[in-house]
C-alpha cells in the first residue's frame, strides 16, 4: 500500500513539474482576452511567419549591431509588407491629420479648425509649424505680461508644472482641452488620455471660451522650449493662427519657500486694435485662470498681492 502511495504521488510530481516547465506558444494566447484586433492580428501573422515559440520572436536590432537607418527601415517594412496580405505594420507610419478621430473632438469649432487645416494643405504633422522659433527676433511683437507668486518647494512646483497632463492643465473655467498631436513620435491624444507632461514637439489644440462660452475661438501652439536648466517653457502659436507669436513662462526660486512664475506673451495680428484692446484683456485672464488651475491640481498657496508686487519690482 505505502509503495503504491509512493508512485502515484511520484507520478503526480513529474506530471507538475512537466505542466510547469512546458513551453508556451504563441497559440496558446487567448486572443479572446485581447481588445484591440490590431494585436491580435500581429500575433497572428507572427505565426504565419513561423513564430510559434516566444524564443522565436527575436530582436530589429541587438543593441551591438551598427544602428541601421530610419529609411533601411522603411525600406525592409515596405520590401516585406507584400507577403502580410491586408496587415501591414504601422510602427513607422507617419501619422496625418486625416488619422485624428473628429468624433473624439467635443469642440465644434476645433474639429471646423482641423477641417480647414487639411484644405489650406496640412496633412502631415510636420506640416503644422510654429510662427516664432527660439532665438528669432521679437522686437516686433507687443508683449503683455502676468507674475505669480506661489508658496511651496521650487522644484516641485517646476515638476509639477511640466509633469502634469495638460488634457488637465488646460481644461479650465475658460479653456477646453481639445486634441493633443505628438511630433515625435507620431501619437494623437484625445481629452482624458494619459500624457505625461510637456514636451516639445506637442501641438495643442484648445478651445477658448470668451464671454462664458457664449463666443468660442479655436488656438493651437506647439511647445517648443522645455529648458530644465533655465526653467522655463515657451510654447509658439502656430503659423494659421489668428496671431502669432509666442508664451515665455519663466520659473525663479525667490527664497523662502517661494517661487516666482513670470508669464510673459508676445504676440501680433493683422488688426491694431485687436492687439491692443481686446488680446490683453482675454489673455490677462486665461492666463490667471491657468495659473489658478495649476495651483488647484498642485495643491498650492498663492502668496498675498502686495507681496507678489513687491517681488516683481526686485
Not at 89 to 102: A, E
Request: include cysteine; proline fraction near 2%.
Amino acid at each position: 500500500m505505502k509503495a503504491t502511495l509512493k508512485c502515484v504521488l511520484l507520478i503526480f510530481m513529474v506530471c507538475f513539474y512537466l505542466q510547469s516547465n512546458a513551453q508556451l506558444m504563441l497559440d496558446d494566447i487567448n486572443l479572446d482576452q485581447i481588445q484591440q484586433s490590431k494585436i491580435s492580428k500581429h500575433i497572428n501573422f507572427q505565426e504565419k511567419k513561423g513564430n510559434h515559440l516566444y524564443n522565436d520572436i527575436q530582436l530589429s536590432w541587438n543593441g551591438r549591431e551598427e544602428l541601421p537607418s530610419y529609411k533601411q527601415l522603411m525600406l525592409k517594412d515596405i520590401q516585406s509588407s507584400s507577403n502580410r496580405g491586408e496587415y501591414l505594420s504601422s510602427s513607422y507610419r507617419q501619422l496625418m491629420l486625416g488619422d485624428i478621430n473628429l468624433d473624439q473632438i467635443q469642440q465644434k469649432k476645433i474639429r471646423k479648425y482641423i477641417v480647414s487645416q487639411m484644405a489650406k494643405g496640412s496633412h502631415s504633422f510636420n506640416d503644422i509649424q510654429p510662427s516664432w522659433k527660439r532665438g528669432e527676433d521679437k522686437s516686433s511683437y507687443m508683449n503683455n505680461e502676468v507674475a505669480f507668486i506661489v508658496q511651496g518647494d521650487f522644484q516641485k512646483i517646476w515638476e509639477g508644472y511640466i509633469e502634469e497632463n495638460p488634457s488637465n492643465s488646460w481644461n479650465t473655467q475658460k479653456v477646453s482641452f481639445g486634441v493633443l498631436l505628438q511630433k515625435s513620435p507620431n501619437r494623437i491624444f484625445y481629452n482624458h488620455d494619459l500624457i505625461s507632461g510637456i514636451h516639445t514637439g506637442q501641438i495643442y489644440y484648445l478651445n477658448l471660451k470668451v464671454f462664458s462660452g457664449i463666443s468660442n475661438i479655436p488656438v493651437a501652439f506647439e511647445v517648443i522650449t522645455v529648458d530644465v536648466v533655465e526653467n522655463v517653457i515657451e510654447f509658439s502659436y502656430i503659423k494659421d493662427n489668428k496671431s502669432t507669436g509666442f508664451q515665455h513662462i519663466e520659473f525663479t526660486d525667490i527664497g523662502d519657500n517661494r517661487t516666482k512664475i513670470l508669464h510673459t506673451s508676445y504676440y501680433k495680428s493683422n488688426s491694431k486694435f485687436r492687439d491692443k484692446y481686446i488680446y490683453p484683456f482675454f489673455h490677462k485672464k486665461i492666463v490667471k485662470d491657468f495659473h489658478r488651475n495649476m495651483r488647484k491640481l498642485l495643491k498650492l498657496d498663492k502668496v498675498k498681492k502686495k507681496t507678489v508686487k513687491a517681488a516683481v519690482i526686485e
